[in-house]
């Protein structure tokens, strides 16, 4: 079975190039559009499974277009699809983003569709136990928190991609072993004024092995509840910067299985995300292993 896992957000996306944000009530032509598939979780799953790690996604698809896209495009990167239940007559998780030349900034608008929750089955759940490491992002809490049950009754690892500040999070945040939330989600959740602060509140509170909190432009910090550590971000033309945290995560879940040390785990994931906005498509930009490890060497940074 996979060594990696994953349960949370699978996103049909529609991505439009533009040049500057339009005014409102107004008309402007994209300088590009595209499919593609998105979300955290789902995101992160196609980035380890790029990165060398046997990843599979564990949830529920619509058989609309959407939903027949998100499979073939798991399919198309090498996760494995066989633990995911396909449903008639739903409408799937759906969101429209710009991609702002001017700004390398992105915004997005979604529909969250109308697919019935996630049940874990047997072999869902056989899964979990078998896995290194299971990914979750906050969406589709129950199933999730369940999972992380599992997965800590079993020694698998559960990496937490906190990105939003959903009802019941404090389940989730309590069987987490790797931390990683945004800054916005870090501050938001404990009221502190500063990231070095948050993280250690969020460690004192739920006692993970590791804290990790991303600061996009500023790169993040590292608490392991012995001292605060920061890491970079690398140096990259940014040519489309949607999806570089999913991707973080994904690449952070790839380097823990091969046996990277948090630290590391966090300049390999800091890179890997760099390397992705420099191409278009949050999936089809990430690099592979090799070329991870080059462009580090590159920036003085040896795996």
Known sequence: MAKIVGIGANVFDTLYNIPTYPTEDTKMRAT??????????????????KLGEETAYIGVLSDDNGGKFLKEDFIKYGVNTDLIE???????FASVLW??????????VFDKGDLPPLELNDLQKKAIKEAELLMVDGNEMEAAVEAAKIARD?????????GGLYDGVEKLLALTDIMI???EFSLGHTGCETAEEAAIKLYETYSPEVVVITQGKKGGIIYDGDRIT???????????????????????AAAVCKGYDYLKCCHFSSAVSGLKCTGVGARESVPDF???KKYLKENGYEL
Do not use: M, W
């Open 32 to 49: 590009a559009s595209k499919t593609a598939g998105g979300g955290p979780v789902a995101t992160g799953l196609v980035a380890a499974q």
């Open 86 to 92: 396909v449903k008639s007559g739903y409408r799937s």
């Open 99 to 108: 991609l702002c030349a001017d700004s390398a900034t992105r915004t997005c």
């Open 154 to 162: 079993n020694g698998t690892k559960v990496l937490y991609d906190c």
């Open 181 to 183: 939330p945004s800054e």
């Open 230 to 252: 920061a890491y970079p971000i690398y140096p990259a033309k940014v040519v489309d910067s949607n999806g570089s945290g999913d991707v973080f995560h994904g690449a952070f």
């Open 290 to 292: 090799e070329t991870t």
